[in-house]
């Protein structure tokens, strides 16, 4: 079964400080997708970054990089120069069914990034 | 123009009473979805279908009911509604089922039931 655990319900962080929300899955496919989604109080899914598993190259896109271990199976997002608009729930989400398309999500974090 | 539309966003109804939640992407895409979020952020899915096939149905109810008349539709039918079916409803699409390229949601709707 392909698992997505996040292992902090709540963080915070002071405006233009970096902070790591942690992420770790399993799966027995060999190739697949893990993502970041952000949930803002609007509700919205907002796709903040993704990494394909077979590139060992981390993701990155402007103040959001990810730490990816693929040996530890592990998939953290750093968001550095926090800014009041990145208060939201944070989702990590793993895809590895080529035949379903199927994204199984972790419990999420709920970041508040205080000014 | 939004990618993913969901009609409507909130919706208050009667346990017992039917409902219908309507999902359109414009994005092209040859799979959607509908994902549930329960009251404590949990995201699960429901059902899948690429170019109007099922292709997952996960444990839900018989009242619940997808249907897509053509790939860039995809609504949801409930009966027979409960207290425990208030939740948020996500639709989303992708480009196709083993892509990867993630997924694009609507805005939600949120279901009470009283």
């Known amino acids: 079964a392909q698992t997505v655990t996040q292992s902090q319900p709540e963080m915070s962080v002071q405006e233009a400080e970096t902070v790591t929300l942690s992420c770790t899955y399993d799966?027995?496919?060999?190739?697949?997708?893990l993502f970041w989604y952000k949930q803002p109080p609007s509700r919205q899914m907002i796709l903040v970054i993704r990494?394909?598993?077979?590139?060992?190259q981390n993701a990155t896109e402007n103040r959001f990089s990810v730490n990816f271990q693929k040996a530890a199976k592990s998939f953290s997002l750093k968001i550095s120069d926090s800014q009041l608009g990145d208060t939201a729930m944070y989702f990590c989400?793993?895809?590895?069914?080529?035949?379903?398309?199927?994204?199984?999500f972790g419990q999420g974090t709920t970041l508040q990034v205080k000014p | 123009d939004t990618a993913v539309s969901q009609t409507p966003k909130y919706l208050v109804t009667q346990m017992g009473n039917d409902k219908s939640i309507k999902c359109e992407q414009n994005?092209?895409?040859?799979?959607m979805y509908w994902y549930k979020q329960d009251s404590k952020k949990f995201l699960k899915i429901m059902f899948s279908?690429?170019?109007?096939?099922?292709?997952i149905n996960e444990t839900v109810p018989n009242r619940f009911s997808p249907k897509s008349p053509d790939k860039a539709h995809l609504n949801l039918h409930i009966n027979s509604l409960e207290l425990g079916d208030s939740a948020v409803y996500f639709c989303?699409?992708?480009?196709?089922?083993?892509?990867?390229?993630?997924?694009?949601f609507g805005s939600g709707t949120r279901l009470t039931v009283v």
């Open positions: 799966t027995s496919e060999n190739n697949y997708y």
């Open positions: 279908y690429n170019n109007k096939e099922l292709i």
């Open positions: 990494q394909e598993a077979y590139k060992q």
């Open positions: 989303a699409s992708s480009q196709g089922l083993g892509q990867g390229s993630g997924y694009t």
């Open positions: 989400a793993l895809h590895g069914s080529s035949n379903t398309g199927k994204l199984i």
């Open positions: 994005l092209g895409h040859d799979t």
